[in-house]
């Protein structure tokens, strides 16, 4: 089984891409962040097609999460429990869809960007991923469903995940508080099981020819419950679905992840 994650950046400006990356890379289960659309906006005719179950969570032209699988898809859930909301008046955003598929529980997840430091949404940032642990808690208490936790972080867990740690020294993403929250999914039993696999970044923002210098963030993972863990294969990243030398047109500033796991 083939499970990926993408940070579209917009689905209905990238749906080419993503029909010919399920096809390039004989992927079972994609989870997309940043659809930037409601449900009923997505082109998802193709992927039906090609014969994909979808489940779509968004609200506006921002954010917004999306599942797509070969392999069955069921159990749909929006949010996780007690998920914190933002904005006036304060509310939950689309960025947390979980279905099972094929056996394994995903979860497509697009944690809060934080902005600045000293941000209310960073405080929101710290807040969503505590309730997500506590969520996350339940899920890992009953690992007889393999699960994944999977999707753009916005975190740097380590200094090797920055292409320079000082320059973001005042930012998001690399603050203690931040890299704390990501290392306690860890320490609960979580493993994040696409680093040995997947060496480099998967986020090149698109200033000043960030990826043809390799001037990057690793903020894209995939965390694991034991069991799932244990059937992992293999990992990378499709660092070409970001080059724009190798497919014409606008790339995503995210490389898509992909995970095999063993049956």
Request: proline share 7%.
């Amino acid at each position: 089984m083939r499970i990926a994650t993408w940070n579209v950046n917009s689905l209905r400006s990238r749906i080419d891409r993503v029909e010919a990356f399920l096809e390039r890379h004989d992927v079972d289960v994609l989870a997309v962040q940043e659809t930037k659309a409601r449900e009923d906006q997505l082109p998802l005719m193709g992927l039906q097609a090609r014969g994909y179950e979808v489940a779509a969570h968004g609200l506006n032209q921002w954010n917004g999460v999306a599942l797509f699988s070969r392999v069955g898809l069921s159990d749909v859930t929006v949010g996780f429990p007690d998920q914190p909301g933002f904005g006036e008046p304060l509310a939950p955003e689309a960025r947390a869809l979980g279905a099972i598929c094929g056996g394994v529980r995903v979860w497509s997840l697009y944690v809060p960007n934080g902005r600045k430091p000293e941000d209310p949404h960073y405080v929101y940032k710290l807040e969503w991923l505590a309730r997500l642990r506590e969520a996350a808690g339940a899920w890992l208490a009953d690992d007889t469903v393999p699960t994944a936790l999977v999707g753009d972080w916005n975190i740097c867990p380590t200094d090797d995940d920055v292409f320079d740690v000082k320059q973001f020294r005042n930012s998001t993403h690399v603050t203690p508080p931040e890299r704390a929250a990501f290392q306690a999914f860890l320490d609960d039993g979580w493993a994040e099981v696409t680093r040995a696999h997947a060496p480099g970044y998967t986020y090149f923002d698109y200033y000043r020819q960030r990826f043809e210098r390799d001037r990057g963030l690793k903020i894209d993972f995939v965390l694991g419950s034991p069991t799932l863990a244990a059937r992992v294969t293999g990992a990378f990243i499709d660092r070409d679905e970001r080059d724009p030398s190798v497919f014409p047109g606008a790339p995503s500033d995210h490389a898509p992840v992909v995970v095999d796991l063993a049956d």
